[in-house]
Each structure stands twice: as structure tokens, then as C-alpha cells.
T-cell receptor, first 111, second 115 residues
Framework: AQSVAQPEDQVNVAEGNPLTVKCTYS??????LFWYVQYPNRGLQFLLK??????LVKGSYGFEAEFNKSQTSFHLKKPSALVSDSALYFC?????????FGTGTRLQVFP | DAGVIQSPRHEVTEMGQEVTLRCKPI?????LFWYRQTMMRGLELLIY????????DSGMPEDRFSAKMPNASFSTLKIQPSEPRDSAVYFC?????????????FGEGSRLTVL
């Protein structure tokens, strides 16, 4: 079965600094990978996806993710964090017809 | 586009009562998913439908849970009887097509509290 792992429960970063939220995957075949963000008391919102092609994927709100096949990773990045980026971030992998989500990483950006 | 619409947003009920959660997917989306979110278990897929047909209900925790999709624009998730351990946020999502293929569009969730 396909799966993703988010090794960090929480990531703290100062505003203006670069941020990275980690995700590793385990799949058979080609991976379809996604990042979603959840703000308090809201549903999940799509940020970006990797299907095929360039290893660097650009998404919403200035986020990007780098697909690394040799390390089986799909880390989410942003060059300069904003306080408003504070939220819960989920990595997900497509398994046949459905998305399997990681456990989530809480990002806290301090002013 | 109105997005995925869920109701109610909040439900407080007593143990043993029947609970019905409702979902209207985005028009034109052919797949609908029900997820449950708790602190302990994270996001769990309960069941999903393709073209109104249930495809995989292996995530439904017990026979107390049932889901239906009578038409392309409406789905329900029912819990009967409800128990305190069913307290969670229940999300409905529909899957995009075309350029947005594979992406899930989530509703705002229904927060259920069973006393």
C-alpha cells in the first residue's frame, strides 16, 4: 500500500526565514504526491501536486515542493515565511482512486 | 463556484441518538469522499463513491455508520446509534477533473460532539 510519513509534529520558524516541512513516501510505481494546508476550523486546501515532470513544483501562496526520487522525499518549502503561514500541513499520496494523508505537521511562524 | 457544502457545521447530540451529516459536492465532480479527523487518529478515509456508487467502505468503523449517495449532488453519512467516541470533525470532499484532476476539494467540515 502507498503511504507517506511526516516525521515532524511541529516546525517553528521565524518570520522571513526559509521554511521546510518534510514528507517521505513509500509507493509501488510512480508516485502522485500532494500537499494540503488546513487553517483552524477550516477544511483542507490544495497547495500543490507532483504527477510527473519537473522535480520542483510551484504551488499556491509562494510554496514549492521538491520531488526527490532517490531519497523518496517530497518536502514543502518556502523562501520566506509569513506569520499567516501558520497552519497544519498535510502531505498525501494517491493510492488507486483515493488520497492517503500523512499525520500532519503544525507550522508555527513567529514574528 | 460554491465549493463543497456540508451541513450542519456543528452538531451536539447525546449518546444513542441518530446523526445525519450532509454533503453537496462541486457540480461536475464524479467522486466523493468522506473523511474523519481526530487528534488521536488524524485524517481517516471512511468511504468514497464514484458516479454515486460506493467503491471502498473499508474505512467505515462499524455497522453503526452508513453512507449513501442517491444522486450526483447529494450524499449523507449517518451514525446510528451515536457514541462519544464518534466525536470528530467529518469532512466531505469531491475530486476535480481536467486540469484539476486528482485534487480533492474539501468542505468546511461538520464538527460532531456526542455527549
Amino acid at each position: 500500500a502507498q503511504s507517506v510519513a511526516q516525521p515532524e509534529d511541529q516546525v517553528n520558524v521565524a518570520e522571513g526565514n526559509p521554511l521546510t516541512v518534510k514528507c517521505t513516501y513509500s509507493v509501488s510505481g510512480n508516485p502522485y504526491l500532494f500537499w494540503y494546508v488546513q487553517y483552524p476550523n477550516r477544511g483542507l486546501q490544495f497547495l500543490l501536486k507532483y504527477i510527473t515532470g519537473d522535480n520542483l513544483v510551484k504551488g499556491s501562496y509562494g510554496f514549492e515542493a521538491e520531488f526527490n526520487k532517490s531519497q523518496t522525499s517530497f518536502h514543502l518549502k518556502k523562501p520566506s515565511a509569513l506569520v499567516s503561514d501558520s497552519a497544519l500541513y498535510f502531505c498525501a499520496v494517491r493510492d488507486t482512486d483515493k488520497l492517503i494523508f500523512g499525520t500532519g505537521t503544525r507550522l508555527q511562524v513567529f514574528p | 463556484d460554491a465549493g463543497v457544502i456540508q451541513s450542519p457545521r456543528h452538531e451536539v447530540t447525546e449518546m444513542g441518538q441518530e446523526v445525519t451529516l450532509r454533503c453537496k459536492p462541486i457540480s461536475g465532480h464524479n467522486s466523493l469522499f468522506w473523511y474523519r479527523q481526530t487528534m488521536m487518529r488524524g485524517l481517516e478515509l471512511l468511504i468514497y463513491f464514484n458516479n454515486n456508487v460506493p467503491i471502498d467502505d473499508s474505512g467505515m468503523p462499524e455497522d453503526r455508520f452508513s453512507a449513501k449517495m442517491p444522486n450526483a449532488s447529494f450524499s449523507t453519512l449517518k451514525i446510528q446509534p451515536s457514541e462519544p467516541r464518534d466525536s470528530a470533525v467529518y469532512f466531505c470532499a469531491s475530486r476535480g477533473t481536467g486540469r484539476r484532476a486528482g485534487e480533492l476539494f474539501f468542505g468546511e467540515g461538520s464538527r460532531l460532539t456526542v455527549l
